[in-house]
């Protein structure tokens, strides 16, 4: 497997391209896999294309027209790649986190495995896996990513997303409410207006499927999803069990139950056959996923419904957030509101043990592990999430003025010093001698130089006074409050006489503070530069 590290020029105009083993680790296939669907087709295609015979310069060869063709429609996701700007730089260090929380997690053994259905009582409480897709395609997994499961729950918000997209908000919620019911996930209770409380229980669930394509017959609404879902999983692993399918019929007198509750409110559209619904309700829940490809579809949430893998446009805009608000407020049974308290993040959870969790803008994570609390959501699951925003800053508060500090995995290592620099050199220029006071006591190296070797003493000297006055013959650092003396004399004042930055630092042009006064006839500062050598 190949990609393209680099161009080196060659004879005859030849470009090499060098093997993926070579490349840097964020770009490694199993860190970085946009190409199966994209970057892949490249290389790809070159085995269609005629070798050149010439040895010196290596066995797989392109001109530039073929290069174009070859990377054209990638060159930004090749740039980034290179360039490290991905949504998380240091990938590496960041999975090397995700393995000590998937470990952590693991050593949980309390829950139990759902046993009212048949076939989800057969699955072994050991397993335990976590992959996750990041917005620009990097890919991470840890333990037992490839085992399919059925997504049981998980599929509701996916499903209401789908019929967002296709009926639009507003008709949608002629059906179905918004708000979380207090009360358990399967119970039969609708809200004052006589409609399910929000598409996350099982009651707003069935209307939801029953809004999906009501014309087509049961076997190409079916397909019609499944594909949908395919295209959010960037076409990996999406399968249907039918054991599952057929146990979920056979115990499922509660959803029987409230299908015959919602007929009686008149909850379903007009003409709907609810047993169709019911039928097709069990069908969705039934379908199975992998940690793997169950990550890709919550990115393609997390990157505003365009597949991160494909590059395709699967979901409106719309549609994504009116989902992650739900799946925010409703999402995780009974425990939605503890959960949004100290998780902070969309996430959906299913009686199968898996939780399909968003960070919006960054990634999307699939845990699954079938032991499940007393609400019915996956043990190690929620101490996973739990965790991750322990040691992350992915809390939708966390970014809250004057709050205590968590790493954030999407700055790059010299963000806060860039960012420190920046702020301190604007200071400068604007005289703002409150924001230099205030750096100053928060330790902030007051003589950090920018690109061109530059102190925030040399902006403030060259911005100077608005117009030359004289100084008080006392002392320089005894200044007259008149309208002279605007900030950036008495910024130099508090650079040199409070902050002691020193005055003979040279910038990449050879000079001083005092030169850039003297340049620009700032007269006052070059009066009290002199005074303070």
Request: glycine content about 6%; hydrophobic content about 35%; overall charge positive.
């Given at each position: 497997?190949?990609?393209?590290?680099?161009?080196?020029?060659?004879?005859?105009?030849?470009?090499?391209?060098?093997?993926?083993?070579?490349?840097?680790?964020?770009?490694?296939?199993?860190?970085?896999?946009?190409?199966?669907?994209?970057?892949?087709?490249?290389?790809?295609?070159?085995?269609?294309?005629?070798?050149?015979?010439?040895?010196?310069?290596?066995?797989?060869?392109?001109?530039?027209?073929l290069?174009?063709?070859?990377?054209?429609?990638?060159?930004?996701?090749?740039?980034?790649?290179?360039?490290?700007?991905?949504?998380?730089?240091?990938?590496a260090?960041?999975?090397?986190?995700?393995?000590?929380m998937?470990?952590?997690?693991?050593?949980?053994?309390?829950?139990?495995?759902?046993?009212?259905?048949?076939?989800?009582?057969?699955?072994?409480?050991?397993?335990?896996?976590?992959?996750?897709?990041?917005?620009?395609?990097?890919?991470?997994?840890?333990?037992?990513?490839?085992?399919?499961f059925?997504?049981?729950?998980?599929?509701?918000?996916?499903?209401?997303?789908?019929?967002?997209?296709?009926?639009?908000?507003?008709?949608?919620?002629?059906?179905?409410?918004?708000?979380?019911?207090?009360?358990?996930?399967?119970?039969?209770?609708?809200?004052?207006?006589?409609?399910?409380?929000?598409?996350m229980?099982?009651?707003?669930?069935?209307?939801?499927s029953?809004?999906?394509?009501?014309?087509?017959?049961?076997?190409?609404?079916?397909?019609?999803?499944?594909?949908?879902?395919?295209?959010?999983?960037?076409?990996?692993?999406?399968?249907?069990?039918?054991?599952?399918?057929?146990s979920?019929?056979?115990?499922?007198?509660?959803?029987?139950?409230?299908?015959?509750?919602?007929?009686?409110?008149?909850?379903?559209?007009?003409?709907?056959?609810?047993?169709?619904?019911?039928?097709?309700?069990?069908?969705?829940?039934?379908?199975?996923?992998?940690?793997?490809?169950?990550?890709?579809?919550?990115?393609?949430?997390?990157?505003?419904?365009?597949?991160?893998?494909?590059?395709?446009?699967?979901?409106?805009?719309?549609?994504?957030?009116?989902?992650?608000?739900?799946?925010?407020?409703?999402?995780?049974?009974?425990?939605?509101?503890?959960?949004?308290?100290?998780?902070?993040?969309?996430?959906?959870?299913?009686?199968?043990?898996?939780?399909?969790?968003?960070?919006?803008?960054?990634?999307?994570?699939?845990?699954?592990?079938?032991?499940?609390?007393?609400?019915?959501?996956?043990?190690?699951?929620?101490?996973?999430?739990?965790?991750?925003?322990?040691?992350?800053?992915?809390?939708?508060?966390?970014?809250?003025?004057?709050?205590?500090?968590?790493?954030?995995?999407?700055r790059?290592?010299?963000?806060?010093?860039?960012?420190?620099?920046?702020?301190?050199?604007?200071?400068?220029?604007?005289?703002?001698?409150?924001?230099?006071?205030?750096?100053?006591?928060?330790?902030?190296?007051?003589?950090?130089?920018?690109?061109?070797?530059?102190?925030?003493l040399?902006?403030?000297?060259?911005?100077?006074?608005?117009?030359?006055?004289?100084?008080?013959?006392?002392?320089?650092?005894?200044?007259?409050r008149?309208?002279?003396?605007?900030?950036?004399?008495?910024?130099?004042?508090?650079?040199?006489?409070?902050?002691?930055?020193?005055?003979?630092?040279?910038?990449?042009?050879?000079?001083?503070?005092?030169?850039?006064?003297?340049?620009?006839?700032?007269?006052?500062?070059?009066?009290?530069?002199?005074?303070?050598?």
């Amino acid at each position: 497997m190949h990609c393209l590290k680099g161009l080196r020029r060659a004879k005859q105009g030849l470009l090499q391209l060098v093997k993926m083993q070579r490349s840097p680790p964020e770009v490694e296939p199993r860190r970085f896999w946009p190409g199966r669907r994209r970057l892949f087709l490249c290389p790809a295609g070159l085995r269609h294309q005629p070798t050149p015979t010439e040895a010196s310069v290596g066995p797989v060869m392109m001109d530039k027209a073929l290069f174009r063709r070859c990377v054209g429609n990638n060159i930004m996701l090749l740039a980034n790649a290179f360039k490290g700007k991905f949504i998380i730089p240091n990938f590496a260090d960041f999975t090397q986190q995700m393995d000590k929380m998937y470990e952590s997690a693991y050593q949980e053994e309390a829950g139990q495995v759902a046993d009212f259905i048949p076939q989800l009582a057969k699955f072994s409480p050991e397993l335990w896996g976590v992959s996750l897709c990041t917005v620009d395609g990097q890919r991470h997994s840890a333990g037992d990513t490839k085992v399919p499961f059925c997504l049981q729950s998980c599929v509701k918000p996916l499903a209401y997303a789908v019929a967002l997209h296709h009926l639009g908000t507003e008709r949608t919620h002629q059906f179905v409410g918004k708000e979380p019911s207090g009360f358990r996930f399967n119970k039969l209770s609708l809200n004052d207006q006589d409609k399910p409380h929000n598409p996350m229980v099982n009651a707003g669930a069935i209307v939801i499927s029953s809004l999906i394509k009501p014309n087509l017959n049961k076997a190409e609404r079916f397909d019609f999803v499944m594909e949908f879902l395919k295209r959010m999983a960037g076409m990996e692993n999406v399968g249907f069990s039918n054991a599952t399918f057929q146990s979920e019929r056979e115990t499922g007198d509660r959803n029987y139950a409230i299908g015959y509750y919602l007929k009686e409110k008149k909850c379903f559209p007009e003409n709907t056959d609810m047993t169709a619904a019911l039928d097709f309700y069990f069908q969705l829940c039934s379908i199975e996923v992998t940690c793997e490809s169950g990550s890709v579809m919550a990115a393609t949430l997390a990157n505003g419904g365009i597949c991160p893998i494909t590059g395709e446009r699967v979901l409106s805009t719309e549609a994504v957030r009116n989902t992650l608000s739900l799946m925010h407020s409703c999402g995780m049974y009974d425990f939605s509101g503890e959960f949004a308290f100290h998780v902070g993040l969309p996430a959906k959870s299913g009686v199968s043990g898996a939780v399909l969790l968003v960070v919006p803008n960054v990634m999307g994570v699939m845990c699954w592990s079938p032991p499940l609390d007393r609400s019915g959501n996956s043990v190690r699951g929620i101490h996973f999430c739990q965790e991750l925003v322990s040691r992350f800053n992915f809390h939708n508060y966390d970014n809250l003025r004057h709050f205590t500090k968590k790493y954030d995995p999407r700055r790059t290592s010299h963000y806060d010093q860039n960012k420190s620099l920046v702020n301190l050199m604007f200071a400068a220029h604007s005289g703002d001698v409150s924001s230099l006071r205030r750096f100053a006591l928060s330790s902030v190296n007051m003589e950090q130089q920018d690109y061109d070797s530059r102190t925030a003493l040399h902006v403030a000297a060259a911005e100077g006074d608005a117009q030359s006055c004289s100084l008080s013959q006392k002392s320089p650092f005894s200044l007259p409050r008149t309208s002279c003396l605007p900030g950036h004399v008495e910024a130099v004042i508090f650079l040199t006489n409070t902050c002691k930055v020193n005055p003979n630092i040279r910038d990449r042009w050879g000079n001083t503070p005092l030169d850039d006064a003297l340049q620009f006839g700032h007269e006052v500062v070059v009066s009290v530069l002199k005074e303070y050598l």
